[in-house]
T-cell receptor
Framework: DQQVKQNSPSLSVQEGRISILNCDYTNSMFDYFLWYKKYPAEGPTFLISISSIKDKNEDGRFTVFLNKSAKHLSLHIVPSQPGDSAVYFCAASEHFGNEKLTFGTGTRLTIIP | DGGITQSPKYLFRKEGQNVTLSCEQNLNHDAMYWYRQDPGQGLRLIYYSQIVNDFQKGDIAEGYSVSREKKESFPLTVTSAQKNPTAFYLC??????????FGSGTRLTVV
């Protein structure tokens, strides 16, 4: 039972345009969400997070949007850069400070120069 | 520099053998985790430990064992009971309220 789903295994975007990565979840107990970025043969690195009390969190080029009623979150990257090419995982936990995370299946983002 | 060290980077195991993957952190984090990554399946939790001498099974613990005798160390043993052990294994650590810090992973291949 996949509680966190990333339905697009891959996405290609022109350099300079907006990249939008999507994530859906089924567990209504989740209320803290994170995005990680992963390069091949390396561990994931933390990008940005959002708590359920917010619907948007921004950090530089990265913005995460949360729609709790739809159980959907998205990561926007503007403008997209070649170094953004990586696999992106969304993750969720049942409350802030609960360290056990459930990860999605990942979306491979390719930025086309 | 603080961080998590996983060793070895690549590991080959013969069928029927047990093998232990090392994970060491010098971040003074209380919690440590082991995840497995397979193509198209994301990261799945094997075991986690929130404090020394205590650990809990994750979603796919069968065929694996762990110990947490020291705060800094959380080794994972892949036993012969694990039917499909070929995968990329990731260790992580955290403190409450903060995102995980991951190691660089160990790729295990059964030959």
């Amino acid at each position: 039972d996949q509680q966190v789903k990333q339905n697009s295994p891959s996405l290609s975007v022109q350099e300079g345009r907006i990249s939008i990565l999507n994530c859906d979840y089924t567990n209504s107990m989740f209320d803290y969400f994170l995005w990680y970025k992963k390069y091949p043969a390396e561990g994931p690195t933390f990008l940005i997070s959002i708590s359920s009390i917010k619907d948007k969190n921004e950090d530089g080029r990265f913005t995460v949007f949360l729609n709790k009623s739809a159980k959907h979150l998205s990561l926007h990257i503007v403008p997209s850069q070649p170094g953004d090419s990586a696999v992106y995982f969304c993750a969720a936990s049942e409350h802030f400070g609960n360290e056990k995370l459930t990860f999605g299946t990942g979306t491979r983002l390719t930025i086309i120069p | 520099d603080g961080g998590i060290t996983q060793s070895p980077k690549y590991l080959f195991r013969k069928e029927g053998q047990n093998v232990t993957l090392s994970c060491e952190q010098n971040l003074n984090h209380d919690a440590m985790y082991w995840y497995r990554q397979d193509p198209g399946q994301g990261l799945r939790l094997i075991y986690y430990s929130q404090i020394v001498n205590d650990f809990q099974k994750g979603d796919i613990a069968e065929g694996y064992s762990v110990s947490r005798e020291k705060k800094e160390s959380f080794p994972l043993t892949v036993t012969s009971a694990q039917k499909n052990p070929t995968a990329f294994y990731l260790c992580a650590s955290s403190i409450p309220g903060y995102a995980y810090t991951f190691g660089s992973g160990t790729r295990l291949t059964v030959v």
